[in-house]
């Protein structure tokens, strides 16, 4: 009888241990999320007080080719910010239809870029683009919401373009982006400016260079430099602390 209980209360202590951890487990990981009522397009819920948005789906794809990109997001600069060296393994983050990536593959042509984006239906629009046969160190990745799905302590550049405000679970996206990142590596974060109310996006898809920072230094980032030489964007560049 003695060894019956003695065997019970090292199962329910077992038990109660496991079952701690695994409370304390879920509580560090909804950390920093809130849920109410917010902005039309955005999706209810915060993070450390921004509301996210919803994601453009790729019904948007015209969007993101329109002939005057380059005037209103003067992309040319973008990619010279970059400073991309021909050996740069580079991760472009939502990448869409590709409007980057195929900008920069020319330019590290002894590296890779990789095309990450939780659409599929945005990886077969790269892919069928005339231009991806012309390029063999484009790398298609299918994300998902909580992981960019990359190999660790790879890439030396990457590139997140007006689609870090959307992600679902942004504190989880960028713990695996920091993994994914060499301690020398640099994240260009580019967004549209929240502070400038000139600029003709809707303000749920903007962002404040102060509420990124805050957002980034949560995960072990610091900001770097802001590029202030496009016209409606951020172009914040991060590095581990």
């Known amino acids: 009888m003695k060894n019956f209980h003695q065997t019970t209360l090292s199962f329910l ?6 079952f701690s ?5 879920n509580i560090n990981s909804s950390i920093g ?15 450390l007080g921004r509301e996210i948005a919803y994601v453009m789906g790729y019904e948007g794809i015209n969007w993101l080719e329109r002939s005057s990109r ?24 939502g990448a869409g239809s590709g409007y980057h990536v195929f900008k920069m593959a020319p330019l590290n042509t002894k ?19 005339p231009k991806f046969e012309k390029h063999t160190n484009i790398e298609l990745i299918q994300g998902d919401e909580k992981s960019v799905n990359l190999p660790e302590n790879t890439f030396d550049k990457i590139l997140m373009v007006d689609v870090y405000h959307e992600f679902n ?25 929240l502070e400038d109310d000139s600029v003709p996006i809707k303000k749920i898809h903007k962002m404040s260079e102060k509420q990124a920072v805050k957002e980034f230094n949560a995960a072990g980032f610091r ?3 802001n590029i202030t030489n496009l016209p409606w964007q951020h172009c914040m560049v991060f590095r581990k602390q």
């Open 111 to 129: 590296g890779f870029v990789y095309a990450v984006d939780i659409q599929p239906e945005m990886l077969n629009a790269i892919l069928k683009n």
């Open 223 to 225: 900001l770097d430099t």
């Open 169 to 193: 679970y942004p504190k989880e996206i960028i713990l695996s982006i920091k993994k994914a990142l060499k301690d020398t590596g640099k994240i260009y974060l580019i967004e549209y400016r």
């Open 21 to 25: 951890l695994y409370s304390q487990e």
């Open 13 to 18: 202590l077992i038990f109660v241990i496991s």
């Open 70 to 93: 380059e005037k209103e997001e003067n992309t040319t600069a973008l990619i010279q910010n970059m400073n991309i060296k021909t050996t740069d393994n580079i991760a472009d983050i």
């Open 33 to 47: 999320y809130t849920y109410k009522k917010g902005d039309f397009n955005g999706i209810g819920k915060w993070y």
